[in-house]
Nanobody
Framework: ERQLMESGGGSVQAGGSLRLSCVAS????????LGWFRQIPGKEREGVAV???????KYAGSVKGRFTISQDNAKNTLYLQMNSLEPEDTAMYYC??????????????????????WGKGTMVTISS
């Protein structure tokens, strides 16, 4: 059984940076489409960034140019580098993996479609 575990969340001031990590166990990440999602209590989950088996990426408009998704297959780890953080980025961040690295278009994956496994989340709090 594949498990995903996020880390790297915390509290920073606006304008600061954080790097989230997601370590996978039970399978190799290179076989999957991977993504980061976030959710504020009381609101719907939002796709942040996804990456497919060829390294193609797609970002939510609100984070494009500020966040970077990447993966290290040797370490079986997914990353999200977050720069120029804003209070609106405050949320619980989840990593997710979907079967078939290139099975569905990235815009679909960014909605959560076809993402089968989810971590428990790491909290990010940005103060103004």
């Amino acid at each position: 059984e594949r498990q995903l575990m996020e880390s790297g969340g915390g509290s920073v001031q606006a304008g600061g940076s954080l790097r989230l990590s997601c370590v996978a166990s039970g399978d190799t990440l290179s076989n999957y489409c991977l993504g980061w999602f976030r959710q504020i209590p009381g609101k719907e989950r939002e796709g942040v960034a996804v990456i497919d088996g060829d390294g193609n990426t797609k970002y939510a408009g609100s984070v494009k140019g500020r966040f970077t998704i990447s993966q290290d297959n040797a370490k079986n780890t997914l990353y999200l580098q977050m720069n120029s953080l804003e209070p609106e980025d405050t949320a619980m961040y989840y990593c997710a993996a979907g079967y078939g690295a290139n099975r569905y278009p990235l815009p679909a994956r960014l909605t959560g479609y076809g993402m089968n496994d989810w971590g428990k989340g790491t909290m990010v709090t940005i103060s103004s």
